[in-house]
């Protein structure tokens, strides 16, 4: 009997931990998927603000692709390649004019997985010595956020020397965000480093790295990268499971904030992959830059105002919320400028802190003991307006707010709405939304001999141990918790 409970528990668990991978995470760290929701409380509906976000996305369906100099792609005239590791493979032809051999710009970010690869292939370097130099400018004409580490796969050899720059201020300006060399100190006379010499004091530290440049590795490893998430976790921990932490630096670190922000990326090619340590200079046509993808996970920056981003007549801009308006919701609507205009906060996880803009003429609500409608309760208080200033709430020609429809502000439990001005309660429940139970407010309680209502039954042994059972998966971090950020 024993050990028929104990497998009972043990499959209890089991099945705790998986459910808890589903859906722990979203609720601890906060998706920050939602702006706003209604709730209700003695004093009548008012809309409950949260800090929001876009979903992350590839943010390379969105861009818009530059090279300098513009007659960098091969085809024009038509070129035959040889392979950089067998120079007397000489059957990779280049046209422009031919669709299966030409290799524009847009094939590093189309669809990946096609045989044979796409990629985008420079012409060879035959006016060597003079320097093989390519800029690739990614531009989006909005500020993102990065989320994910920026991933370039060669198609060729990874290139001997490359810089990796970003723009916070569409191009006008650059700064460096990572050099990569097979030789650091020769080429740009710095100390070869990796991300993990970095630390929370030195994450913003500019460094060069010989990991994806050092050694011939044309048929191994094909990718160089910028590593966002390793950077993430010196503040997350190495699974990302103190996301608090990072919310918390993210808050109130401008320069680390700006620091996974742009508005472009610019790939500096300065020095193909040779294979060897002295150049072919009889065979040229084995050098050159060849890449087949570019991924840039990220969203748009709204400034947790906004949960949505329209890519409209080939622009990006955030869908604002909170009274806010503006490319990256960076400003007060008009009419709404009670108070000065205040980006949303990370904190406190799971909901943040809105910082709504509230109307020029009212101060904030505020509405303590408020539970939410449809969205889990939230102990935090913050910045309310009723709903009757709310701009975007129905009102009736009497000039009373909705007390319910049939879109958001559903009758609970069975309830039929009248006219929008109540709700007709079915049998056994009550309040506003008939969303209490009638016997809360008679004598004894819903448990009462008054009630009408079955008395409780003392928990059982087993009842007790699967309630402490789930208590602790819920209140505690166990080892059942996956990896997120």
């Known amino acids: 009997m024993r050990f028929h409970f104990a497998l009972t528990l043990q499959a209890l668990w089991t099945g705790v931990c998986q459910a808890a991978m589903q859906h722990y995470p979203a609720a601890a760290w906060g998706h920050y998927d939602v702006c706003k929701s209604q709730v209700y409380s003695d004093e009548g509906l008012t809309w409950d603000y949260m800090a929001c976000q876009p979903e992350a996305a590839d943010m390379t369906q969105y861009l818009k692709v530059t090279l300098d100099p513009p007659n960098i792609t091969c085809g024009d005239p038509p070129e035959t390649y040889c392979a950089l590791e067998n120079p007397y493979m000489c059957n990779n032809e280049c046209d422009a004019t031919t669709e299966e ?46 989320t994910e580490d920026i991933v370039l796969t060669f198609e060729s050899g990874r290139p001997e020397q490359m810089v990796l720059e970003k723009s ?69 921990g190495p699974r990302l499971h103190n996301m608090a932490s990072l919310y918390g630096q993210l808050d109130t670190t401008k320069k680390l904030r700006d620091f996974f922000t742009i508005t472009d990326l610019r790939i500096r090619l300065l020095r193909p992959a040779t294979g060897a340590t002295m150049v072919d200079e009889n065979n040229l046509s084995r050098y050159f830059y060849a890449i087949s993808d570019i991924k840039v996970q990220g969203r748009c920056k709204c400034n947790l105002h906004a949960n949505s981003c329209v890519y409209d007549k080939e622009k990006l801009s955030c869908e604002c919320e909170h009274n806010t308006t503006g490319p990256d919701c960076g400003r007060c609507k008009r009419n709404y400028q009670g108070r000065a205009w205040s980006a949303g906060s990370y904190l ?138």
């Not at 004091?201 to 998430?229: A, P, Q």
């Not at 409780?456 to 166990?478: A, E, F, N, Q, W």
């Open 348 to 485: 406190p996880i799971p909901k943040g802190t809105a910082n709504i803009c509230i109307p020029s003429n009212i101060g904030p609500v505020i509405r303590p003991n408020v539970s939410s409608l449809g969205v889990a309760n939230r102990k935090e208080v913050a910045p309310q307006v009723a709903l009757s200033t709310a701009p975007s709430v129905h009102v009736a020609n009497s000039k009373r707010a909705r007390v319910c429809d049939n879109e958001l502000l559903r009758c609970q439990n069975g309830g039929t709405c009248i006219s929008n001005v109540r709700c007709n309660c079915p049998t056994g429940y009550t309040g506003l939304l008939c969303e209490k139970r009638r016997c809360e407010s008679e004598l004894g309680g819903c448990g009462g001999p008054d009630s009408g209502q079955a008395h409780l039954t003392p928990p059982s042994t087993s009842r007790l141990l699967l309630l402490l059972l789930l208590g602790s998966v819920l209140l505690r971090g166990v080892s059942c918790w996956p990896a997120v950020l």
């Open 101 to 146: 051999l030409a290799h524009p710009p847009g094939l590093m970010f189309d669809t990946e997985g096609r045989n044979p690869t796409t990629f985008w292939q420079s012409t060879s370097w035959k006016k060597y010595p003079k320097p093989l130099l390519v800029n690739i400018t990614l531009s989006w004409n909005k500020t993102i956020e990065l």
């Open 168 to 236: 916070l201020d569409y191009g006008k300006t650059w700064q460096p965000y990572q050099f990569y060399a097979t030789d650091c100190l020769d080429a740009f006379t710095m100390e070869p480093k990796t991300v993990q010499d970095l630390t929370q004091h030195t994450l913003l530290d500019i460094i060069c790295t010989e990991d994806y440049s050092r050694g011939y590795v044309w048929k191994n490893d094909k990718t160089v990268r910028f590593e966002i998430k390793d950077r993430f976790a010196l503040f997350a």
